[in-house]
T-cell receptor, first 116, second 116 residues
Framework: AQSVTQPDIHITVSEGASLELRCNYS??????LFWYVQSPGQGLQLLLK??????LVQGIKGFEAEFKRSQSSFNLRKPSVHWSDAAEYFC??????????????FGRGTQLTVWP | ETGVTQSPTHLIKTRGQQVTLRCSSQ?????VSWYQQALGQGPQFIFQ???????GRGNFPPRFSGLQFPNYSSELNVNALELDDSALYLC???????????????FGPGTRLTVT
């Protein structure tokens, strides 16, 4: 069964510092991978996705993520964090086929706090 | 292009009551998925509707049911509400063509349900 682990519940960084949020997934075949961001009281906004091809994917708001099959990871990075990046970040995996086609499995999220 | 909308924004119900949540999908999308997000958790897949039929269901009891209408909007119904049903309910729409499912799910702002 698919599952996602986000090992860090809460991360605090200073504005301008670099950021890496970790995500590990469990899935038997090539997964579809996503990062979403959720601001307080809001729904989820898609930051970026990986389906196939280049393992380094670029997203919105200056974020990027790298798919590493050997480590079953899809970590999110940003070179310089802005105060407006403070939010909760969710990693998700989807099945490419089979009975669970069409559903996303989410991690429990990483809360990002940005200090001025 | 109209995004995903949900109504109501907030709802307070008493244990044992029934509730209906509504979702309008993004223009051009034909598939709607519903997720439950408990406090401090990632979203959990409830079910998905495609061509007005349930197309995949997560680990939720039958008292969670849904509908999809010809205009692709959707309803989530929950009967016999329990305290643990208190959560943010998220609707996501996507475009599915046959067995191809690109998984770009776009989320609405959610409905916050409180059961007392």
């Amino acid at each position: 069964a698919q599952s996602v682990t986000q090992p860090d519940i809460h991360i605090t960084v200073s504005e301008g510092a670099s950021l890496e949020l970790r995500c590990n997934y469990s899935y038997g075949a090539t997964p579809y991978l996503f990062w979403y961001v959720q601001s307080p009281g809001q729904g989820l906004q898609l930051l970026l996705k990986y389906f196939s091809g280049d393992t380094l994917v670029q997203g919105i708001k200056g974020f990027e993520a790298e798919f590493k099959r050997s480590q079953s990871s899809f970590n999110l990075r940003k070179p310089s964090v802005h105060w407006s990046d403070a939010a909760e970040y969710f990693c998700a995996v989807g099945a490419a086929r089979g009975s669970t086609l069409g559903r996303l499995y989410f991690g429990r999220g990483t809360q990002l706090t940005v200090w001025p | 292009e109209t995004g995903v909308t949900q109504s109501p924004t907030h709802l307070i119900k008493t244990r044992g009551q029934q509730v209906t949540l509504r979702c309008s999908s993004q223009s051009g999308h034909n598939t709607v998925s519903w997720y439950q997000q408990a406090l401090g958790q990632g979203p959990q897949f409830i079910f998905q509707y495609y061509r007005e039929e349930e197309n995949g269901r997560g680990n939720f009891p039958p008292r969670f049911s849904g509908l999809q209408f010809p205009n692709y909007s959707s309803e989530l119904n929950v009967n016999a509400l329990e305290l643990d049903d208190s959560a943010l309910y998220l609707c996501a729409s996507s475009l599915r063509s046959g067995q191809a499912h690109p998984y770009e799910q776009y989320f609405g702002p959610g409905t916050r349900l409180t059961v007392t």
